[in-house]
């Protein structure tokens, strides 16, 4: 089945179609959510909250042939709610969480190539390449998936996707 | 894995894999930490209310209960509920608009499982016609055919928006394809002209709010959406007097006032009772802009790029161009800044901005032969275009037409080539295929190889470029050399 249709039956409370939906998703929402948040521990932690949001309000979704633009939706929304946390928390704004701490990254990552490219994909690409970028090398979408899953033309995730590329591999190379 | 220090140099695809890797690590597991427990909030707000819920919750315990002694059973009987529900799922929604409206909702065996008329003219037309259960191309042979038969197809100017509404964008091509067949076939057995506009679309809450408030189809208003979009001449104040349009209405206004029809235009093909139609008829919509690919003589040699849908046969662009629209043209050149091919689809991206009109492409291999292929996507800087049966290791030639420099009103063709690299076969499918991989990467040409030499330098990287840029020749802009003034009636060649 697919997630689709995953996603109809978790809305009618069916416990297995829900762990489905988390086995053929998790890789792709954690890689959303870590593009926008930058913080593998926050990740984590919205992650969890992101699925559960998913379980208690599956009903209200909408069929619309994109239940991961819905997924996102519900992943961006709570990333935003933890910027607001933390900002509240520290009172900072939160232009100064979103890029300025990049040097702060820190990836408990034990292969130093993969800790290496994912700290630059963090660090120096915008959000919307981030997200391009991680959800088709890291969680595998294709380029088409990913632009209806974040509603904008297939042209401009090609487009930042080899920008995105490019960037890395300049800053990788220096 | 291997290690890589800074300053040494990363391909794409080892990027990839270490992103993947990394991702792979980090993606934690956090399935048991989700408490199931928590009521479902819709649930709660369904017309039953608390009671539905508590029957919910009490489910889920017998299913945490008996799980592995009743696994099999709900796989066999969910898979037939699934086969049941698939059928009677209304899986495509076909919406042909001429002035009646009509809306075939079909399921994924293509069987209609509601037919609808969406204005007076439709209901007239649909009247006594029962069309549940029956194929998809049964009921638009049916529905065209009465449409004649009443009367709204019955002059010069007919024109027919189909529109075809699946989450599958290969789906809705397909479908898209076959119901303009059997449009044309209808048409020919019915001896009526017709230009069909076809556009393939994903549900959308706002269009159909604004479908709704205009009281026309989907398609209509995803059309009329994207015509007043590309236009700006229109606004949506102009939605009102366009909605009560006719297709046939809004055609012509389209010609008269030298609207564009953008992405919209290559969708267009055009039926005909004849082989070939007078000149008069097969003039292009957008008079300003003389464009090669709407060359309207049939008898001349002059060419065309073809429709983008069909797999006619191509004939030879660069035979055809008069030798002084190419000089008059020598400052409209488009500059191609490289080519990637992946899954079958050609990613173009341009070294500056383009404007798009009428986009269309044709694909030949070296032998002059050419395959099916269509824009599938367009932007100011970049297009997609799909196209289909190439052999792997093979070099192929494309051109491009229906597209402007930014800032410049005439149109023109790129031509440019790439090859599908023999290893693509084995990767069809795979996600991780990686557009931007120098040995997919293909080259491109367009204006001056002077220009491409500089956009070359221009590139952020230049990595992957080099390849991209070998040997081009330049393909200026053609022009029909007859005249192209519009009038009332006129029709969008075939290509």
């Known amino acids: 089945m697919n997630d689709e249709g995953l996603l109809k039956r978790v809305g009618m409370g069916d416990a297995e179609a829900f762990q489905q939906l988390y086995q053929n998703t998790d890789r792709t929402v954690y890689s959303f959510i870590l593009s926008i948040l930058k913080n593998p521990q926050d990740a984590e932690e919205v992650m969890q909250e992101t699925y559960l949001k998913i379980w208690t309000s599956a009903a209200s979704y909408q069929s619309q042939g994109k239940p991961l633009a819905w997924m996102f939706t519900i992943a961006r929304n709570l990333c935003y709610m933890k910027f607001r946390e933390q900002k509240k928390q520290a009172d900072i704004g939160l232009d100064d969480l979103d890029g300025e701490e990049a040097g702060e990254i820190c990836l408990p990552l034990e292969n130093l190539a993969d800790a290496m490219v994912l700290k630059a994909a963090l660090e120096i690409l915008k959000e919307d390449e981030r997200q391009i970028v991680l959800l088709h090398a890291s969680a595998g979408l294709k380029h088409r998936e990913i632009a209806s899953s974040l509603q904008i033309p297939l042209a401009t995730v090609l487009s930042k996707y080899n920008r995105a590329i490019k960037k890395m591999k300049r800053h990788l190379k220096d | ?153 019955d002059n010069l100017d007919n024109a027919i928006l189909v529109t075809v509404s699946n989450d599958s964008v290969r789906k809705a091509r397909e479908l898209r394809t076959s119901v303009v067949g059997d449009i044309e076939q209808t048409l020919k057995e019915n001896q009526v002209e017709a230009v069909v506009y076809d556009q393939q679309v994903i549900e959308d809450e706002q269009m159909k709010e604004l479908a709704a408030e205009y009281d026309i189809s989907y398609g209509k208003a ?40 953008g992405e919209l235009a290559d969708r267009a093909t055009e039926t005909t009772a004849q082989e070939t139609l007078p000149p008069t008829e097969t003039e292009p919509f957008t008079d300003t802009q003389p464009v090669s690919q709407e060359n ?15 797999e006619t046969a191509v004939r030879e662009p660069e035979t055809t161009v008069p030798a002084e629209t190419e000089e008059e043209s020598q400052d409209e050149q488009i500059e191609i800044d490289y080519v990637d091919y992946d899954d ?54 494309f051109v491009l037409g229906g597209l402007a420099l930014s800032g410049s009103s005439e ?85």
């Not at chain 2, 366009?242 to 029809?261: F, G």
């Not at chain 2, 309207?296 to 069909?310: H, R, W």
């Not at chain 2, 050419?370 to 297009?383: E, F, G, N």
Request: net charge negative.
């Open chain 2, 344 to 397: 079958g689809l050609v990613y173009v991206y341009f070294a500056g901005s383009v404007n798009w009109k009428k986009p269309s492409v044709i694909v030949r291999d070296d032998d002059g032969n050419s395959y099916a292929a269509m824009i599938v996507d367009t932007s100011r800087k970049d297009c997609v275009f799909e196209v289909g049966g190439l052999e792997g290791g093979k070099s192929y030639t």
């Open chain 2, 1 to 153: 894995m291997e290690q890589k220090a800074d300053g040494i140099p990363f391909s794409t695809k080892q990027l990839e894999m270490h992103l993947k890797s990394a991702v792979d690590t980090l993606t934690p597991d956090i399935y048991h930490k989700i408490d199931l427990s928590l009521p479902q909030e819709a649930v709660l707000r369904q017309e039953s209310g608390q009671a539905v819920l508590l029957r919910l919750r009490r489910r889920m315990r017998v299913f945490a209960a008996a799980a592995a002694a009743c696994v099999c059973i709900t796989f066999i009987g969910g898979g037939a509920f699934q086969y049941h529900l698939a059928n009677r799922r209304v899986e495509s929604i076909i919406g042909i608009d001429v002035n009646p409206s009509v809306e075939l909702s079909i399921n994924r065996k293509e069987r209609v499982l509601e037919a609808r008329g969406l204005n007076e003219d439709a209901r007239a037309i649909m009247e006594d016609m029962d069309l549940k259960g029956v194929d998809l191309n049964v009921a638009v042979n049916a529905v065209v055919g009465s449409m004649v038969t009443h009367g709204y197809l």
């Open chain 2, 222 to 261: 995803y059309f009329l959406k994207e015509l007043i979009d590309q236009n700006k001449g229109l606004s949506m104040e102009d939605m009102k007097e366009l909605s009560s349009l006719t297709m046939e209405e809004i055609v012509r206004k389209i010609a008269e006032d030298s609207y564009i029809l």
């Open chain 2, 296 to 310: 309207t003589q049939p008898e001349t040699t002059a060419d065309t790029l073809p429709e983008t849908t069909t």
């Open chain 2, 411 to 495: 149109n023109v063709t790129v031509r440019g080539f790439f090859e599908k690299p023999e290893i693509a076969e084995e990767l069809e499918g795979d996600t991780s295929a990686d557009p931007d991989e120098d040995e997919e990467e293909t080259a491109a040409s367009s204006g001056t190889e002077d220009k491409e030499q500089e956009s070359e330098n221009s590139q952020e990287s230049g990595e992957g470029m080099t390849e991209t840029q070998k040997g081009q020749e330049a393909k200026p802009t053609e022009e029909l050399s007859q005249e192209t003034k519009p009038q009332d009636g006129t029709k969008l060649q075939e290509q």
